[in-house]
């Protein structure tokens, strides 16, 4: 499918997008407690078209990083007093990130917010990055920018469910690797609710 037409179906699974996701859904077992506080976020899935199909921009987290080193995520990060909302969180953190301009981004719209075992509720912004611009991994907070080709990571043939120990039991979690990097966790979850709708 042409790289025009991906885009239009995302339009079209933006609109009718479903209910939240969570870090707990292949974990049915776990009892959320009902009074739980959980702080908004914003990530920007920017989309880059190229001559060889859209890619969506991805970053490796520094291995220095306290929380979640060396996993690969969007940019983006928890909303601030001065952010207006998860939208214009995600795009400022993408520019303090990755260095991609927030005024390059056209806003296609947003998924379901996805909570985290970290007790953030995260909105996926999902964005097309309309010029070129270099990236500038920001120090101590991004080791690595690169991008995945779209048809990879809306394939849901390449999503796989593993499991590793977490806080005494097994955790389940989506991945959809490719080459060296191991998407998992909530960066796979967002993109399985992307793949999840669009047409096959």
């Given at each position: 499918?042409?790289?025009?037409?991906?885009?239009?179906?995302?339009?079209?699974?933006?609109?009718?997008?479903?209910?939240?996701?969570?870090?707990?859904?292949?974990?049915?077992?776990?009892?959320?407690?009902?009074?739980?506080?959980?702080?908004?976020?914003?990530?920007?899935?920017?989309?880059?078209?190229?001559?060889?199909?859209p890619r969506?921009?991805?970053?490796?987290?520094?291995?220095?990083?306290?929380?979640?080193?060396?996993?690969?995520?969007?940019?983006?990060?928890?909303?601030?007093?001065?952010?207006?909302?998860?939208?214009?969180?995600?795009?400022?953190?993408?520019?303090?990130?990755?260095?991609?301009?927030?005024?390059?981004?056209?806003?296609?719209?947003?998924?379901?917010?996805?909570?985290?075992?970290?007790?953030?509720?995260?909105?996926?912004?999902?964005?097309?990055?309309?010029?070129?611009?270099?990236?500038?991994?920001?120090?101590?907070?991004?080791?690595?920018?690169?991008?995945?080709?779209?048809?990879?990571?809306?394939?849901p043939a390449?999503?796989?469910?593993?499991?590793?120990?977490?806080?005494?039991?097994?955790?389940?979690?989506?991945?959809?690797?490719?080459?060296?990097?191991?998407?998992?966790?909530?960066?796979?979850?967002?993109?399985?609710?992307?793949?999840?709708?669009?047409?096959?």
């Amino acid at each position: 499918m042409a790289g025009t037409d991906r885009i239009e179906d995302i339009v079209r699974a933006l609109a009718g997008c479903g209910a939240s996701s969570s870090d707990f859904d292949l974990n049915p077992e776990v009892v959320l407690p009902p009074d739980r506080k959980l702080r908004n976020a914003g990530v920007l899935c920017a989309i880059e078209m190229d001559l060889r199909g859209p890619r969506i921009i991805l970053t490796k987290r520094s291995a220095r990083l306290k929380h979640h080193p060396g996993q690969i995520a969007f940019p983006g990060g928890k909303q601030e007093e001065a952010d207006a909302d998860p939208v214009a969180a995600a795009l400022r953190e993408a520019e303090e990130e990755i260095g991609l301009p927030r005024g390059q981004v056209e806003v296609l719209g947003t998924l379901s917010a996805h909570e985290t075992v970290t007790g953030f509720m995260v909105t996926p912004v999902i964005g097309i990055v309309r010029e070129t611009f270099v990236d500038r991994p920001e120090a101590g907070e991004v080791d690595e920018v690169f991008r995945v080709p779209l048809s990879h990571v809306t394939d849901p043939a390449r999503f796989r469910v593993e499991g590793r120990r977490w806080r005494g039991s097994i955790r389940h979690y989506y991945t959809v690797p490719y080459g060296p990097y191991y998407i998992w966790g909530a960066t796979a979850r967002i993109l399985r609710t992307l793949a999840e709708g669009l047409p096959r």
